[in-house]
């Protein structure tokens, strides 16, 4: 009778051992789940996060260029001899050209010089800015510093960061009146080619500048082709 008892008591212990070895071996499968689903809906949250900053950023500096592509004009002389085309400079990575556009209420058109670059060593897309100089009393001609480089030795009048974190590519490519590509060289468009820009397209991507990292999965890219209406019957 003994026997059979201390037999019982062992079975009881066995099966009591063996059920807790069941729940913790659920207990880690439920702990495994749990922290798995924690860690992708982190991920999840933190790309969105990521998407929305970088989304915000390109969306700021392409409304910017946008608008001020779409105001791109000749910038006319007294003389009539040296005309002034809209684009000066022109590059995968840098444009600067004349703009007429109102920036001021108290005056109705207000002519700037305005130049984009984007700096592929750090990421940063910069516009700059050069004030006209009236040449007469009545203000209709206005000069501005004029070179066939991609920088001016004038002082802008305004410096402003549009963007950071933008992957270096080819930021602009522009086209003619019949939409033909105009490729430019070492040293930007020709003479002749930026005489012929009518469509500026900019494609700009914010976010991980080393695609090898997870973080490039955050990276956003906004197209856009602007036409410029002043310039469609210019020659």
């Given at each position: 009778?003994?026997?059979?008892?201390?037999?019982?008591?062992?079975?009881?212990?066995?099966?009591?051992?063996?059920?807790l070895?069941?729940?913790?071996s659920v207990?880690?499968?439920?702990?495994?789940?749990?922290?798995?689903?924690?860690?992708s809906?982190?991920?999840?949250?933190?790309?969105?996060?990521?998407?929305?900053?970088?989304?915000?950023?390109?969306?700021?500096?392409?409304?910017?260029?946008q608008?001020?592509?779409r105001?791109a004009?000749?910038?006319?002389?007294?003389?009539?001899?040296?005309?002034?085309?809209?684009?000066?400079?022109?590059?995968?990575?840098?444009?600067?050209?004349?703009?007429?556009?109102?920036?001021?209420?108290?005056?109705?058109?207000q002519?700037?010089?305005?130049?984009?670059?984007?700096?592929?060593?750090?990421?940063?897309?910069?516009?700059?800015?050069?004030?006209?100089?009236?040449?007469?009393?009545?203000?209709?001609?206005?000069?501005?510093?004029r070179?066939?480089?991609?920088?001016?030795?004038?002082?802008?009048?305004?410096?402003?960061?549009?963007?950071?974190?933008?992957?270096?590519?080819?930021?602009?490519?522009?086209?003619?009146?019949?939409?033909?590509?105009?490729?430019?060289?070492?040293?930007?468009?020709?003479?002749?080619?930026?005489?012929?820009v009518?469509?500026?397209?900019?494609?700009?991507?914010?976010?991980?500048?080393?695609s090898?990292?997870?973080?490039?999965?955050?990276n956003v890219?906004?197209?856009?082709?602007?036409?410029?209406?002043?310039?469609?019957?210019?020659?």
């Amino acid at each position: 009778m003994r026997r059979a008892l201390n037999r019982l008591r062992r079975d009881e212990r066995g099966v009591s051992l063996a059920e807790l070895i069941v729940a913790m071996s659920v207990s880690i499968l439920v702990l495994t789940m749990a922290g798995a689903f924690f860690l992708s809906v982190s991920r999840a949250s933190s790309t969105t996060s990521g998407v929305d900053a970088n989304t915000r950023v390109a969306s700021t500096a392409m409304r910017e260029m946008q608008r001020m592509f779409r105001v791109a004009s000749n910038n006319p002389v007294a003389s009539g001899v040296d005309t002034q085309y809209a684009f000066q400079y022109a590059s995968a990575t840098s444009v600067r050209f004349f703009a007429y556009i109102n920036l001021n209420s108290a005056v109705d058109v207000q002519p700037v010089e305005v130049q984009f670059t984007l700096d592929s060593a750090t990421g940063t897309i910069t516009e700059t800015k050069w004030n006209g100089t009236a040449t007469d009393a009545t203000k209709s001609y206005y000069d501005f510093p004029r070179a066939a480089t991609a920088t001016l030795a004038n002082a802008p009048t305004s410096s402003v960061k549009l963007a950071t974190s933008v992957v270096p590519s080819t930021l602009f490519t522009f086209a003619d009146a019949g939409g033909n590509p105009l490729t430019p060289g070492a040293t930007g468009l020709s003479a002749a080619d930026l005489q012929a820009v009518r469509s500026v397209t900019a494609t700009l991507t914010v976010g991980e500048r080393d695609s090898t990292k997870p973080a490039a999965a955050n990276n956003v890219t906004l197209t856009s082709t602007v036409g410029m209406p002043n310039l469609q019957f210019g020659s």
